[in-house]
T-cell receptor, first 114, second 110 residues
């Protein structure tokens, strides 16, 4: 059984650029959620994908968008990067949208915007 | 009022003692609760899940849930230096959104 994998692990981008982060869900999990964690804070919910559709969204602007593929892997896209987008981006997979059995997190992507 | 609130600490406990971490939540509709441990620079790791009122024990860890008081706690018995980390309390809201507290930084002193 494979865990949740995220790529890349680290990324440095310039303000105004666009970025794509990738996530492969744990085997058997059909739901992927994305979180942003700023330094010293708890993770903040960005959105969740289930059956290739967005299934709930947190308080993030439309320049944060995502996709889920038939194999349940997912992408997070952020356009027009701002300095405040610098954070650890976490992907979590679960069996079901309510997190039955818990959410398993990947190791994260550390994004730095300069 | 924050949706999930934790004392940010730091909480310092001597090795071998009991560490007690507390959390309150605002959404009475939440039914599922989790405790995650996060080491510096790493991703959160699930320690405990709890869905019903009362206590749930797993090794040195005990989670407690009181839905009437909207309170969740985590007890760590026989604390070890390796337990030093940030502990995140989380509640499922709206059947899909996992809402986290800001985390409590725990230090176990040898």
């Amino acid at each position: 059984e494979t865990g949740v994998t995220q790529s890349p692990t680290h990324l440095i981008k310039t303000r105004g650029q666009q970025v794509t982060l990738r996530c492969s869900s744990q085997s058997g999990h059909n739901t992927v959620s994305w979180y942003q964690q700023a330094l010293g804070q708890g993770p903040q919910f960005i959105f969740q994908y289930y059956r290739e559709e967005e299934n709930g969204r947190g308080n993030f602007p439309p320049r944060f968008s995502g996709l889920q593929f038939p194999n349940y892997s997912s992408e997070l896209n952020v356009n027009a990067l701002e300095l405040d987008d610098s954070a650890l981006y976490l992907c979590a997979s679960s069996l079901g949208t309510g997190g039955e059995g818990g959410y398993t997190f990947g190791s994260g992507t550390r994004l730095t915007v300069v | 009022q924050k949706e999930v609130e934790q004392n940010s600490g730091p909480l310092s406990v001597p090795e071998g003692a009991i560490a007690s971490l507390n959390c309150t939540y605002s959404d009475r509709g939440s039914q599922s609760f989790f405790w995650y441990r996060q080491y510096s620079g790493k991703s959160p790791e699930l320690i405990m899940s709890i869905y019903s009122n009362g206590d749930k024990e797993d090794g040195r860890f005990t989670a407690q849930l009181n839905k009437a008081s909207q309170y969740v706690s985590l007890l760590i018995r026989d604390s070890q230096p390796s337990d030093s980390a940030t502990y995140l309390c989380a509640a499922v809201q709206g059947a899909q959104k996992l809402v986290f507290g800001q985390g409590t930084r725990l230090t176990i002193n040898p």
